[in-house]
């Protein structure tokens, strides 16, 4: 009997162990197949853009494309022309005044909650500020359209409706939390012996904060800005709200714009034809967007790298 039991219990764990073996080894196989999806989704994303791309400047030539002042791409006949560098200017306008907005803002925040809050008050500062992050950006877009443009207008009379410069204080305002918290992560990191050795010295907190801490934490710091900067060229429904429709090359932020994705948001929404030049030249503003966004990438990771401090 005991040599039976024996027997039987032997061959459940046998079962169980050969179960166990074959699900561990199942598991590399399934976080495999998921970096494969999240490869091939990006690469399929990029060979689609590729191909649309490459179908538009057989119709429009490239050259016409990057350095034409004028675009009118939804008029019809004679009247289009594919000038893509109003759509880039109006991007650019809307990220400069975001960043002017998000920058020393954000990076005060961080300042702050990292050097001066204390513990308590951190953790409950930090969520607060990182909720702004989960709003969605459809309601950043009616917030400066009903709120910041008639309060701008009381100061700026001539500003019309839609204008620049409310977009881009809301665009600043949205990517606050990204550069705050991650900026505060980069300066927490930091040693609390290097705060030590400064204080020892005869500085003060603000001397500490300044001249210690950002520059130790600058690799962490200026990428949050490049990828803070990178979400404001990225985004959509803010500018396409506020910022209006009339692609013109001007730096002056109380006129009307379009940026490339507000361009995209149109172009999709109106009445096109599949196939069409119109229709391609989504794609081609898409490919443009894509590559401001990768070169900002690109950039971050070549800060994080070359400032990056070991400790």
Request: hydrophobic share 50%.
């Amino acid at each position: 009997m005991k040599s039976a039991a024996g027997s039987v219990g032997m061959n459940r764990f046998r079962k169980k162990r050969t179960w166990r073996n074959t699900w561990e080894g199942m598991i590399p196989k399934l976080l495999l197949l998921c970096a494969l999806i999240s490869i091939l989704t990006t690469l399929g994303i990029v060979f689609t853009l590729i191909v649309e791309t490459a179908s538009f400047f057989q119709d429009v030539p490239f050259v016409q494309f990057i350095t034409g002042t004028e675009w009118t791409a939804l008029f019809h006949g004679s009247q289009q022309q594919f000038g893509v560098l109003p759509l880039i200017t109006g991007t650019l306008l809307v990220t400069m005044g975001a960043a002017m907005v998000a920058i020393p803002i954000g990076l005060a925040s961080a300042i702050y909650l990292s050097e001066y809050a204390p513990d308590g008050l951190r953790r409950v500062l930090k969520p607060i500020l990182e909720i702004l992050a989960g709003i969605p950006t459809v309601v950043y877009g009616f917030f400066a359209f009903t709120f910041v443009t008639p309060l701008l207008r009381n100061f700026l009379p001539e500003m019309g409706v839609f204008n620049a410069l409310s977009a881009s204080i809301v665009v600043g305002i949205m990517i606050i939390p990204m550069i705050a918290s991650l900026s505060e992560d980069a300066m927490s990191s930091v040693p609390r012996g290097i705060r030590e050795a400064a204080y020892a010295m005869g500085s003060t907190k603000l001397e500490v904060s300044l001249k210690v801490v950002v520059p130790a934490a600058l690799s962490g710091i200026i990428a949050s800005f490049v990828l803070g900067l990178s979400r404001a060229i990225g985004e959509t429904m803010i500018v396409t709200l506020a910022a209006g429709a009339t692609p013109k090359m001007t730096f002056d932020p109380t006129e009307s714009i379009q940026t490339m994705t507000a361009y995209m948001v149109q172009a999709a929404m109106g009445d096109i034809s599949f196939g069409s030049t119109v229709y391609k030249s989504i794609y081609a503003v898409g490919m443009t967007l894509f590559v401001f966004t990768l070169v900002m990438n690109l950039l971050a990771q070549y800060i994080s790298r070359r400032f990056k401090e070991e400790y």
